[in-house]
């Protein structure tokens, strides 16, 4: 409950700002008015196209349980624990151990796992990272997801343009020009901050969520120490704005990947792997 609480008051603030951005830029009330309608348009399509633009971002295609047997059967394992229906099936072939689920809603789900993280994981360990992607879906934490990216990419978009407007629109009479150079500088770092502490909490929340649904914590710490591993040592060039879908992060082993905490997509491995031993030991 307090993760979802922290996410919804995160959603809150990125909408604010954008709406703030309006107030400061269009002239007030108006303004606001304006730019909270286009983060409703993003949302908007956020909700219809994520999925799709995730799918074809990772290069993923939809497999059979002809082709493959035994992702099919993990995953209708763990989706008969839950209430959910069982969601499609992708594969992107690649070397490097990651997977990540997307779709609008649980109806619409989609799981993808890479051929590395298939011939890394034992049936177990991969049960355990199916049930976190499960646990993204029935969080909605997918649709969450793309909306902060949306609302923190338009942030970023529009703080641009104002740059070039206030650069190139010639000399303005403004008591605000320091106010919203402050806003072009600052607000597009606190949009991005914001993005990545919501795709943290619910990174633990899935972790929680999927080690509930399969009353194994362990297999999921264990297979996230392994795709940790395995991550670093074979990184995935993918699209950054795509890496916080993953349930690790593609990206660790590139150079000038090491982030701060507050520039991470993911939380720190370590403190996952803690987390699910200690829901382990206390019995969750």
């Known amino acids: ?11 809150g603030v990125l909408t604010g700002l954008l709406g703030g951005l309006g107030f400061l830029f269009l002239g007030g009330l108006p303004g606001l008015i304006f730019f909270v309608g286009l983060a409703a348009v993003f949302n908007l399509f956020a909700y219809w196209k994520s999925d799709s633009l995730a799918l074809r971002m990772a290069g993923a295609h939809e497999v059979t349980p002809e082709q493959e047997p035994r992702l099919h059967r993990i995953v209708e394992e763990v989706t008969s624990l839950t209430a959910l229906p069982k969601p499609r099936v992708y594969v992107v072939d690649n070397p490097s151990p990651n997977a990540f ?14 051929t590395g993280i298939m011939s890394l994981l034992d049936d ?6 199916i049930a976190h992607e ?3 879906v029935g969080n909605r934490d997918i649709l969450i997801g793309a909306i902060a990216a949306i609302l923190a990419g338009a942030i970023a978009w529009i703080t641009q343009s104002m740059m070039f407007g206030m650069m190139f629109g010639g000399r ?7 106010l919203a150079l402050l806003a072009i500088v600052l607000m597009p770092i606190a949009a991005s901050i914001i993005q990545l502490s919501i795709s943290r909490t619910r990174e633990y929340e899935a972790d929680r969520s999927g080690a509930r649904t399969t009353h194994d914590p362990d ?15 074979r990184p995935m060039q993918v699209n950054p704005a795509a890496a916080h879908m993953y ?3 593609p990206l660790a082993g590139l150079k000038g990947a090491n982030f701060s905490g507050l520039f991470s997509t993911h939380p720190p491995i370590e403190e996952r792997i803690k987390r699910l031993r200690e829901m382990a030991r206390s019995g969750y």
């Open 134 to 136: 499960l646990g993204h």
């Open 247 to 249: 349930i690790v992060n």
């Open 124 to 129: 177990r360990e991969l049960k355990g990272v």
């Open 101 to 114: 689920a997307t779709g609008r809603n649980p109806q619409h789900a989609v799981v993808a796992a890479t």
């Open 1 to 11: 409950m307090a993760a979802t609480a922290k996410t919804l008051l995160l959603m």
């Open 172 to 178: 303005r009479n403004n008591d605000n020009t320091l």
């Open 219 to 233: 297999a999921l710490a264990d297979a996230l120490a392994k795709l940790d591993q395995g991550a670093r040592m």
